[in-house]
């Protein structure tokens, strides 16, 4: 397994199921293995909150063994929050992450760095980190040129984001139909 994998794709490509099958495929090898999920969705509506209960639930059915942090915000931290050898990390997904960064809900709360720091300062987290790391985000970058400032901006902040990650990753899989193409390999 590559130390570090960035699983991008499409909404309802699989990177998720993917994801998961590398947890569960981790657990495998030891009981001293540990595999955490560290989940940046909020819940901000009713659908939302039907989304993530249905995920969670999924997600426990699917690996038993997959603990759940949710963390919307301070990614970086959380990542380090669990760096050890024998537990895999995975974060899902980046794309909300940076739209928690980009466009809070919660006006009032108080903002975090800018994005462009958070994102720095993740890229440090998944090269120092110990154990196994899966990172899973969306690739929005493939279509029509959205309308609007504000959604191209975020399009362009989101392809920035995936060039960083994917840099600093040994694998990057992009997900199409539930099937995997390899992008980049460890060499």
């Known amino acids: 397994m590559a130390e570090r994998e960035f699983v991008l794709g499409g909404q309802k490509s699989g990177k998720s199921r993917h994801a998961e099958q590398r947890a569960a495929d981790w657990l495998a090898r030891s009981p001293q293995h540990r595999a955490v999920l560290i989940a940046t969705a909020q819940p901000w509506d009713d659908e939302m909150r039907e989304r993530i209960a249905r995920h969670r639930a999924d997600r426990a059915e699917r690996v038993p063994g997959l603990a759940t942090v949710e963390e919307p915000i301070a990614l970086a931290e959380a990542i380090a929050a669990h760096d050890n050898p024998d537990t895999l990390v995975i974060v899902d997904c980046l794309t909300l992450w940076l739209t928690n960064l980009l466009m809070p809900a919660d006006t009032?709360?108080?903002?975090?760095?800018?994005?462009?720091?958070?994102?720095?300062?993740?890229?440090?987290?998944?090269?120092?980190?110990?154990?196994?790391?899966?990172?899973?985000?969306?690739e929005i970058g493939l279509g029509v040129i959205p309308m609007g400032r504000e959604v191209r901006a975020f399009v362009d902040a989101l392809g920035r984001l995936n060039q960083e990650?994917?840099?600093?990753?040994?694998?990057?899989?992009?997900m199409a139909a539930g099937l995997p193409l390899t992008l980049k390999a460890p060499s």
Do not use: K
């Open 108 to 138: 009032d709360a108080a903002r975090p760095a800018s994005s462009s720091a958070q994102a720095a300062m993740l890229s440090i987290a998944i090269r120092e980190r110990r154990g196994p790391l899966v990172l899973v985000g969306n």
């Open 165 to 174: 990650v994917a840099a600093a990753c040994d694998r990057v899989t992009l």
